[in-house]
Nanobody, 125 residues
Framework: HVQLVESGGGSVQAGGSQRLSCAAS????????VAWFRQVPGKQREGVAA????????YYADSVKGRFTISQDNANNTMYLQMNSLTPEDTAIYYC???????????????????WGQGTQVTVS
């Protein structure tokens, strides 16, 4: 049973930084695609950043390029999202996601992920 548990959410002032963590457990092998998504009430969940282990590539939404950085620590089965220069528009529930397979073009799509965390609230004011 795969479990993804996010932490690090909270309130931060505009212009500040925050780092989210996602601890994974309950699986053997490799999750070839891991990502962060976010969602605000009334809107669809959007992909923020992803890593494809098979291609050693990262992917970012245009809205966060240059401000957010996704990384992973395979030894500890943890991935991170470093968020800098935060704005109120970054306020959302942030979810981590993982999939044992990677699909071209689906790196920032919810359709590309089987496993999800419960989410952590980030509020920027």
């Amino acid at each position: 049973h795969v479990q993804l548990v996010e932490s690090g959410g909270g309130s931060v002032q505009a212009g500040g930084s925050q780092r989210l963590s996602c601890a994974a457990s309950g699986y053997d092998g490799t999750m070839y695609c891991v990502a962060w998504f976010r969602q605000v009430p009334g809107k669809q969940r959007e992909g923020v950043a992803a890593i494809r282990t098979d291609l050693v590539s990262t992917y970012y939404a245009d809205s966060v390029k240059g401000r957010f950085t996704i990384s992973q620590d395979n030894a500890n089965n943890t991935m991170y999202l470093q968020m800098n220069s935060l704005t109120p528009e970054d306020t959302a529930i942030y979810y981590c996601a993982a999939n044992p397979y990677a699909y071209d073009g689906f790196e920032l799509s919810t359709d590309g992920y089987r496993h999800w965390g419960q989410g952590t609230q980030v509020t920027v004011s």
